[in-house]
T-cell receptor, first 113, second 111 residues
Framework: DAGVIQSPRHEVTEMGQEVTLRCKPI?????LFWYRQTMMRGLELLIY????????DSGMPEDRFSAKMPNASFSTLKIQPSEPRDSAVYFC???????????FGDGTRLSIL | AQSVTQLDSQVPVFEEAPVELRCNYS??????LFWYVQYPNQGLQLLLK??????LVKGINGFEAEFNKSQTSFHLRKPSVHISDTAEYFC?????????FGAGTRLFVKA
C-alpha cells in the first residue's frame, strides 16, 4: 500500500517566485495535514482538511500561503511570493480520522534564495 | 492551553543501555497519545499509540510506553538501545480538534 506521496522532494528557487508543493494522501484517509518543520520552530501545523474541506488554517503564517484540496487524492500548498524565511521542510500527513495516527510523507525540502 | 512537553531536548546513551524519553501533556479531556520517530531526511513514523485499554503500550523496534493519567505522562522506554535507534522522537496527543506535537527529543546512541 503506497504511503503519503509528496513532490517535489527538493525545491530551490529565488525569492519572489511562486512555489507549489503537492501531496497525495493515503486512499481512504479523510484527514489531510500540512506541517512545516524548522530547527528554530520545530514542527508546526499549518492547515488541515477533513473530507477535502479546510477545517483549521490558523497556522498558516501569512496570506502568501494558501492550500487547496480539490479532491480526496490531491492537495497543494502554495507560497506566493516566496521569501527566504519560508525555507523549511514541509510535510504532508493523512489519517483515517482525527484521533488516529497520522501517516507522514517524506517531505519537501524548500530553499528560497 | 493544550501542550506537550518533552523534558529532554537531547539524550546521549551508550549502545545496549536502557533509555527513557519523557513526555508530559496538559489536557483535561480524554486523550489519544502517540510516539513518532524521525530518521534523517524522512517523515515521522508511528512508533506506538495509546487510544484506550492497557496503560502499557508496546510498539515497534522494542519500544514501549506507559500512560499515567494521574501524572499526565507518557514516557517512552527501551531496555537496550542500538546504534540504529539514533533519531529524533516526538510525543503527540490528540485531545480535541488538533494533534499537538512536542518539540522532540534527539536520541544519540554511542558505541
Amino acid at each position: 500500500d503506497a504511503g503519503v506521496i509528496q513532490s517535489p522532494r527538493h525545491e530551490v528557487t529565488e525569492m519572489g517566485q511562486e512555489v507549489t508543493l503537492r501531496c497525495k494522501p493515503i486512499s481512504g484517509h479523510d484527514y489531510l495535514f500540512w506541517y512545516r518543520q524548522t530547527m528554530m520552530r520545530g514542527l508546526e501545523l499549518l492547515i488541515y482538511f477533513n473530507n477535502n474541506v479546510p477545517i483549521d488554517d490558523s497556522g498558516m503564517p501569512e496570506d502568501r500561503f494558501s492550500a487547496k484540496m480539490p479532491n480526496a487524492s490531491f492537495s497543494t500548498l502554495k507560497i506566493q511570493p516566496s521569501e527566504p524565511r519560508d525555507s523549511a521542510v514541509y510535510f504532508c500527513a493523512s489519517s483515517l480520522d482525527r484521533n488516529q495516527p497520522q501517516h507522514f510523507g517524506d517531505g519537501t525540502r524548500l530553499s528560497i534564495l | 492551553a493544550q501542550s506537550v512537553t518533552q523534558l529532554d531536548s537531547q539524550v546521549p546513551v551508550f549502545e545496549e543501555a536502557p533509555v527513557e524519553l519523557r513526555c508530559n501533556y496538559s489536557s483535561s479531556v480524554s486523550v489519544y497519545l502517540f510516539w513518532y520517530v524521525q530518521y534523517p531526511n524522512q517523515g515521522l513514523q508511528l512508533l506506538l499509540k495509546y487510544l484506550s485499554g492497557s496503560t502499557l503500550v508496546k510498539g515497534i523496534n522494542g519500544f514501549e510506553a506507559e500512560f499515567n493519567k494521574s501524572q499526565t505522562s507518557f514516557h517512552l522506554r527501551k531496555p537496550s538501545v542500538h546504534i540504529s535507534d539514533t533519531a529524533e522522537y516526538f510525543c503527540a496527543y490528540t485531545g480535541g480538534f488538533k494533534t499537538i506535537f512536542g518539540a522532540g527529543t534527539r536520541l544519540f546512541v554511542k558505541a
